[in-house]
DNA sequence: CTGTTAGCGCTTTCAT
DNA sequence: ATGAAAGCGCTAACAG
């Protein structure tokens, strides 16, 4: 049933070696009859080597580990983000034959025992703040990227002569500040600012986004007013202080349709009393009126790219143009939620 | 560094049997001194087992397969229902200390190959007809749970006595059925059903809850009429159709928002004008106006009873009590997109 | 209570 | 051009 090499070598009346040297195409000394013989007994029993065995041989395996940090029991994958992160994943891994193993990690130890137990190729990493990113780069020897974390400019140095460390993630500044470049062209000029509560110390996407819409304000001559920002739990105040703004920059499409919604409730309409653009462009962007404006941030191509990287250092291609760091550009998609005013 | 059972053995002078012993609680002819040593060492250098090595000793390594079965190229795990059931595993998994290893597959023979690669301890299995997953079960042999496959009563005794294999899924037929009855007992008489283009001839979720559709109507004296089943490549003739029913059935939350959405467009209002309800309960069913009446499938319990079954013979556990399919209920959420007559 | 040993399936020198 | 043999890290008889 499960034929091993041994096995086909001697249905082949050849050595081991030679079948081993077949498979893995270094058949420069193997006379042709040979690779001939052996490949038609693979194919005939249906032989497919054995991970374990390799791995343990070589002290590497075709295995990805795909590691999302949380401090939750278990990350929440029902976030479009890690749906279409693991479908971008997935392309790769199959077009080049690796495997993905999925883990949830709550502290940086747990990387430890995995990275032990399994002979990784390289990892991506998820929901890595620098302070963890930092930590896990101490245990992790092998290839990794890590998607959507941010670290410190200064850090940066350091971090130019280490090894096979990549990063993949959007221009989260960049496209906050086209966020409100698009309202302000379309007439807009108080423009407010709703996200998830975060710690603002730490540096990551959301302070990104909050930096590029700052950024975007000046840059058109509009003053940032930190009374037009709020967070998710304070969707009361949004509505109390629509006068104040006739836009609203939000950093989800989730939390853009949660307004959307109260909006709707209080007898408020989208785009007429208050334009909402976000960030995002889940497939639900379309399917609600107001059609959300949204930006898209090609979260499958995101994934893509992060194994895309590894692979690289992985399979010991020459790495001459690959940057260490890819910043993704995100594109507008205009629908209905923003007036002209 | 990384540091094996050889050199802990050397450590603590003893065997490595002894060492292993200790590592397997086969401690019963161990002194409680050489335990402790062990231990020690153990903690102190960090030590996780070499998977690899365990796998290929005991031909059985600790990982889950998790195959997605699908006729495009990658399955799409940005449908909410993956990220639920994965969720769901990974929480066993955890648990359990196994891990899961992810794959997308369009034929039964990617399993042989995957299979041969790695010896897996089990499987979950999402997406399979009744066909694919016959062939998946000549392939394999260990432990496995089909997720909302659904099999032909002829067929079920010969599975009844198939070994390690089981089914979870939805109670289909009897939840559409219980949307039916609280339509009517909402005041509604004339139902319509919306869902998803799919083979008739096969035997699936879709089937089985136009099957609960059905005997809804016939138990609540209502006839059944071809007419007033739409798929969703005809929104346009549902809405065209919209007197001949009060209320909707649609297969989908995702489905229903698209629709709630055309109708809004073309100025109608809902629950007014038609009522509303549907499955699957995601999170944006409550973000919408109005908030979906829907039902909760519980996706992610699903995922952590699927596993729970295979890891019964996978433990060897007992297993009297283990039932070979395991049909879950769903629970309505009963919010605004349903008008009471 | 502890150690010796063979072997899981594969790769890789080193011979021939 | 092909083969023999050692060894990756671990387990499980079997011996003592």
Redesign the pocket.
């Known amino acids: 049933m ?1 034929i ?3 096995e086909i ?1 001697k249905l082949a ?9 077949v ?2 195409n270094r058949t ?4 042709q ?2 690779i001939d013989k052996i490949n038609n007994i693979i194919k005939e029993y249906n ?1 497919t ?2 991970m374990n ?2 791995a ?4 590497s395996s075709k295995l990805i580990g795909l590691l999302f940090y949380t401090e939750q029991e278990i990350y929440n994958f029902n976030d479009p983000f890690a749906g279409q992160l693991l479908e971008g994943i997935e392309t790769i891994s199959r077009k080049e034959n690796y495997f993905v193993l999925i883990q949830t990690i709550n502290s940086v130890d747990d990387i430890g025992v995995i990275r032990n137990n399994w002979q990784f190729s390289g990892f991506i990493g998820v929901g890595f703040k620098q302070q963890t990113m930092l930590e896990a780069m101490e245990i992790i020897q092998e290839p990794i990227t890590f998607i959507d974390t941010y670290y410190d400019e200064i850090k940066l140095k350091e971090f130019k002569d280490k090894e096979n460390l990549y990063f993949v993630r959007s221009d989260d500044k960049k496209i906050a500040h086209d966020l409100v470049s698009h309202l302000v062209d379309r007439g807009h000029r108080d423009i407010a600012f709703l996200t998830y509560r975060v710690n603002l110390k730490e540096h990551g996407v959301i302070q990104e986004r909050l930096a590029g819409y700052r950024d975007g304000l000046v840059a058109h001559d509009l003053g940032f007013d930190s009374k037009l920002v709020f967070y998710n739990d304070q969707l009361d105040q949004v509505i109390e202080n629509i006068n104040h703004y006739s836009a609203i920059i939000v950093t989800a499409d989730l939390l853009a349709i949660q307004l959307i919604s109260q909006l709707k409730e209080q007898g408020f309409s989208v785009p007429d009393d208050c334009s909402v653009i976000s960030f995002d462009n889940i497939q639900f962007s379309e399917l609600i009126s107001p059609k959300l404006t949204t930006m898209n941030l090609f979260q499958n191509v995101k994934g893509e790219v992060a194994l895309g990287q590894i692979m690289v250092p992985i399979k010991g291609t020459p790495k001459e143009n690959i940057q260490q760091t890819i910043i993704m550009d995100g594109e507008l998609e205009v629908r209905e939620s923003v007036k002209q005013m």
Not at 56 to 59: F, I, R
């Open positions: 499960k091993t090499i041994k070598a009346n050849v050595s081991m070696t030679t079948v081993s040297n498979m893995n420069n000394k193997v006379s009859e040979t032989y080597p054995n065995a390799k343990l041989v070589n002290s």
